[in-house]
């Protein structure tokens, strides 16, 4: 399928606009139609997305391009599904309208041809690395944020939590849907040769049996059992069946889940042999993994939002998308590191889990001032932030009676300072009880949490009330984002699973609820109230 652009955008002679009556043509400029029609349709470039397509142009032509990516906007924005976007294609005046589809005889959207766009998408980002949507989204903010007038100068950061359609599964259920998916393949193709005295796991109630049923059997029995008819089945079929999905998925499960006795034989992991957050949780989503944040378990992924936001209003103007297990700070850096050096400030109003010096200075480099606020739960204990600490910030310098310590240590596993004091020096001491000392018999123990410390100095820094209120306004307004992509756009029941197809799902979704503020914006209903104050 060779590339051609969308050029059979001229209204023909017998166009269906052309014969509608007055008061129908008013009412669809005032719709969403109008406003999709003019500020998004136009502007996508279609050249982002020719890659996908061959240089060939002896083959068939792709359907229009810019009609697909709008298409799946606008799927997201009304919640619709693949099979109800086709249909109102069909049917709905406005889509047409909005999509420079209303001279076509036939409408090049269908269920089938959406699919196989947003799979293209993932294939080409696999092999390139380059994700197509991300740079097309990225242009077409740009346009609305001018459109909007927002200024640039002012940024906020906000994380969420996506979760993947899977189900939590125990050790036993793992291992045992591993084992019998590629029992099942084998099965399928034949190989009875491989699966002698195994057969079971193809029964479709077999789980069911092991798992729920065989209650006379104790579990560490029957996981045991399990390990041992992997482990046997893994080597016969290596030569053949290594490069499958099925075969990789129990390899990955039994090395992860496993360790080897002294006599060699594989037994299951205990709680202090090494499993971290990245292991398989379901063979249903490989790329998956588990995070545990505010008391919840999450089982999936993360994305990181960038909103320019002023007077006039808000808009998206970036994102970031990998597993779960990646950290605020992490984002944050990747932010700056992509951020071209220019003479105009900007400033970026995040919350305390983005908090770190390197950072700041890293930022300041760029003509970047990172803002955050004290978002993280409780306030920290103000007295932290008299304590002072060595140039290098990895040691206690003195208290705040002004005492200097015996010792003071760096304690990397809590991020934190071990600072240890005469106990003369901490015993009466009027700020005992804040400190939180530890009294000994010749000492006194004090530890300083890094992260509390550099919350408790920002928030008793020089800047006024009224600075730091504007600033916790302002950062709270970007707690709205996660909320609606969860009550409107459903994030956390994507229909398909995958990093990089859970990634492209959710750029249509922030697409969508950009192209929304901009509707609102040109019904004169899109304002920050963060400024009123």
């Not at 305390?352 to 803002?371: Q, R, T, V």
């Not at 606020?373 to 290098?392: D, H, K, M, W, Y």
Request: aromatic letters at 8%; a negative charge; proline letters at 3%.
């Amino acid at each position: 399928m060779s590339f051609v652009e969308n050029f059979s955008q001229q209204i023909s002679l017998f166009d269906m606009l052309a014969f509608l009556s007055k008061r129908k043509q008013a009412m669809l400029e005032k719709s969403w139609a109008h406003t999709f029609s003019d500020q998004v349709f136009t502007k996508i470039n279609e050249h982002i997305f020719a890659p996908l397509y061959s240089e060939k142009r002896n083959s068939r032509p792709n359907a229009p391009v810019n009609v697909l990516v709008s298409a799946l906007i606008l799927k997201d924005f009304n919640g619709l599904t693949d099979d109800e976007l086709e249909e109102s294609c069909e049917f709905d005046f406005r889509y047409q309208y909005a999509l420079h589809t209303t001279s076509f005889e036939e409408q090049p959207v269908s269920k089938r041809t959406l699919s196989r766009f947003r799979s293209r998408l993932a294939a080409y980002e696999l092999t390139t690395g380059e994700d197509l949507l991300h740079k097309c989204f990225t242009e077409l903010s740009e346009g609305m944020r001018i459109f909007m007038e927002i200024s640039s100068e002012i940024k906020r950061m906000d994380s969420m939590m996506i979760e993947s359609s899977i189900r939590k599964m125990g050790r036993l259920e793992l291992l045992h849907t591993c084992l019998a998916n590629l029992v099942k393949e084998l099965h399928r193709d034949g190989r009875l040769d491989l699966i002698k005295n195994i057969e079971h796991y193809a029964d479709p109630n077999d789980r069911n049996k092991v798992i729920y049923h065989d209650s006379d059997t104790p579990q560490s029995e029957r996981l045991q059992r399990i390990i041992d008819d992997a482990v046997e089945l893994l080597p016969k079929c290596a030569e053949d069946y290594s490069d499958t999905e099925d075969y990789q998925l129990l390899e990955r499960a039994i090395n992860e889940q496993t360790k080897t006795d002294d006599s060699g034989n594989h037994i299951p992991k205990g709680k202090g042999d090494g499993m971290n957050s990245e292991i398989l949780q379901n063979p249903a989503d490989p790329d998956a993994t588990y995070r545990s944040k505010a008391g919840k378990e999450h089982r999936g992924y993360v994305a990181n939002i960038t909103e320019a936001v002023d007077e006039s209003g808000s808009i998206v103007v970036d994102y970031q998308y990998d597993a779960n297990t990646r950290s605020d700070e992490d984002f944050l850096r990747e932010a700056i590191d992509n951020t071209e050096t220019n003479g105009n400030s900007t400033a970026i109003v995040a919350d305390g889990a983005y908090s770190s010096e390197e950072l700041a200075a890293k930022a300041a480099d760029k003509n970047i001032s990172i803002f955050t606020t004290n978002a993280l739960g409780r306030t920290p204990r103000e007295i932290l932030a008299q304590f002072q600490l060595t140039e290098n910030a990895l040691q206690v310098a003195s208290c705040p009676e002004g005492h200097t310590p015996k010792s003071s240590s760096y304690v990397l596993q809590s991020n934190s300072i071990r600072a240890s004091f005469p106990r003369s020096c901490c015993e009466g001491c009027p700020h005992q009880k804040e400190c939180l000392a530890s009294i000994k018999v010749n000492t006194a123990v004090v530890n300083i949490p890094l992260t509390s410390w550099r919350r408790a100095t920002e928030l008793a820094s020089d800047q006024d009330n009224e600075f730091k209120a504007f600033i916790a306004r302002l950062r709270n307004g970007v707690e709205t984002i996660p909320s609606i992509l969860r009550r409107k756009y459903h994030v956390d029941d994507l229909p398909v699973r995958g990093k990089l197809k859970t990634k492209i799902r959710f750029g249509f979704k922030l697409l969508a609820l950009n192209f929304s503020k901009l509707w609102l914006y040109s019904k004169g209903l899109e304002k920050c109230r963060a400024f009123e104050g």
